[in-house]
T-cell receptor, first 113, second 114 residues
């Protein structure tokens, strides 16, 4: 079946630091890959997505590239802000699970001023 | 304006006392999902509706039921809540079943079981 593995958290950074959150996946076929973000007290919202190999998703300064050869979709941002503090979830759909999303366990990011 | 609305934001129930969580959407989406999210864990899909078609995940306990009386509303019924059912319950929608379609989530209902 499908699965997603995220780097263990929590992650604490200073403002303007570089961020990487690792995500690897296992799936049959050609899944679509997503990053969702959950701000405190809110539901999940889509941050970015990529639907085929070598696609790069980007939004709000965040980027992730779909790497089929390494089955990875790492999230990066060059300069984080305090307002980026949230929980980040890597997810996939497709393959054996159809449209159903399979989530990673989430990574708590805290950015200090 | 919120497009997927969950009520209540916090729900407290007693062990074994039935409880219903509600979700409504203004997006007119065909698909509605219920996820369970325990502390520091990934959201876990319980079931989903495509229109009136109900699809249960294989490992969803029988204790969990769902109703979708119309396009806009979907309910999660927990018939006899146990302590292990304390969690955040997330409702989500999307337009279709395409694998690349994004989900729209509500803010969730945090359920406590005493």
């Amino acid at each position: 079946g499908n699965s997603v593995t995220q780097m263990e958290g929590p992650v604490t950074l200073s403002e303007e630091a570089f961020l990487t959150i690792n995500c690897t996946y296992t799936a049959t076929g050609y899944p679509s890959l997503f990053w969702y973000v959950q701000y405190p007290g809110e539901g999940l919202q889509l941050l970015l997505k990529a639907t085929k190999a070598d696609d790069k998703g980007s939004n709000k300064g965040f980027e992730a590239t779909y790497r089929k050869e390494t089955t990875s979709f790492h999230l990066e941002k060059g300069s984080v802000q305090v307002s980026d503090s949230a929980v980040y979830f890597c997810a996939l759909s497709g393959g054996t699970s159809g449209s159903r999303l399979t989530f990673g366990e989430g990574t708590q990011l805290t950015v200090n001023p | 304006d919120a497009m997927v609305i969950q009520n209540p934001r916090y729900q407290v129930t007693q062990f074994g006392k039935p409880v219903t969580l509600s979700c409504s959407q203004t997006l007119n989406h065909n698909v509605m999902y219920w996820y369970q999210q325990k502390s520091s864990q990934a959201p876990k899909l319980l079931f989903h509706y495509y229109d009136k078609d109900f699809n249960n995940e294989a490992d969803t306990p029988d204790n969990f039921q769902s109703r979708r009386p119309n396009t806009s509303f979907c309910f999660l019924d927990i018939r006899s809540p146990g302590l292990g059912d304390a969690a955040m319950y997330l409702c989500a929608t999307n337009q279709g079943l395409g694998a690349d379609e994004k989900l729209f989530f509500g803010s969730g209902t945090q359920l406590s079981v005493l």
